[in-house]
């Protein structure tokens, strides 16, 4: 079964912090995807990162940051000197690869993050 | 401008008045998929389809319908909507399936049933 745990519910920094936000997934496929999405307050969701099981680059754009660690089935997100506007829900998220896999997206419950000026 | 619509994105109604939420991509996206989120169980999946005339069950399908009789247009469905329906949804798109680009969201339609 597949399986994305976000195990911060909240977290409260104050700008210019660095903050990660962490993700822990399981999946017993050896094809997959992983997404981050921010949710601002006004609702929508907002597509950051898509990456592969078979690419575990780090990558960087801008403030933000991805860590893909498979050995730790881990996909951390850090944004580094925080603003305001970073504040939102961050979703993580996983599917599976494959023609005859099942076609959905398994998110994690979110984490709510504040920036405090 | 690349995006789905949906419509509305606000909804009141009573329970078993069916109700069509629409969603349009114009992006020539071949996978759409419909989403509920609510407090604490985070987005579940409803329905998808994978083309015109192909769709088939999430996690919650119960009590929605959903049809992709074009491929830009994937409505969803409330035959007899319930107060548990009330919810917040999003419809999605894709290149594929497998989200080649990312998903792309609607601006989400919050429904509330009486």
């Known amino acids: 079964a597949q399986k994305v745990t976000q195990a911060q519910t909240e977290i409260s920094v104050v700008e210019k912090e660095d903050v990660t936000l962490d993700c822990v997934y399981e999946?017993?496929?050896?094809?997959?995807?992983l997404f981050w999405y921010k949710q601002p307050p006004s609702g929508e969701l907002v597509f950051l990162i898509r990456r592969n099981s078979f690419d575990e680059q780090n990558e960087i754009s801008g403030r933000y940051s991805w860590n893909f660690q498979k050995s730790t089935s881990s996909f951390n997100f850090t944004i580094t000197a925080s603003q305001v506007v970073d504040s939102a829900v961050y979703f993580c998220?996983?599917?599976?690869?494959?023609?005859?896999?099942?076609?959905?997206?398994?998110f994690g419950s979110g984490t709510r993050l504040s920036i405090r000026p | 401008e690349a995006q789905v619509t949906q419509n509305p994105r606000y909804l009141i109604t009573v329970t078993g008045k069916k109700l069509t939420v629409t969603c349009s991509q114009n992006?020539?996206?071949?996978?759409m998929s419909w989403y509920r989120q609510d407090p604490g169980l985070g987005l579940r999946q409803i329905y998808y389809s994978m083309n015109v005339e192909v769709t088939d069950k999430g996690d919650v399908p119960e009590g929605y319908k959903v049809s992709r009789k074009e491929k830009r247009n994937f409505p969803l469905i409330l035959e007899s909507p319930s107060p548990n329906q009330t919810s917040l949804y999003f419809c999605?798109?894709?290149?594929?399936?497998?989200?080649?680009?990312?998903?792309?969201f609607g601006s989400g339609t919050r429904l509330t049933v009486v």
């Open positions: 999605a798109s894709s290149l594929s399936r497998l989200g080649v680009g990312g998903y792309t």
């Open positions: 992006m020539n996206h071949e996978y």
């Open positions: 998220a996983l599917t599976r690869g494959g023609y005859s896999s099942a076609s959905k997206i398994i």
């Open positions: 999946t017993r496929d050896t094809t997959y995807y």
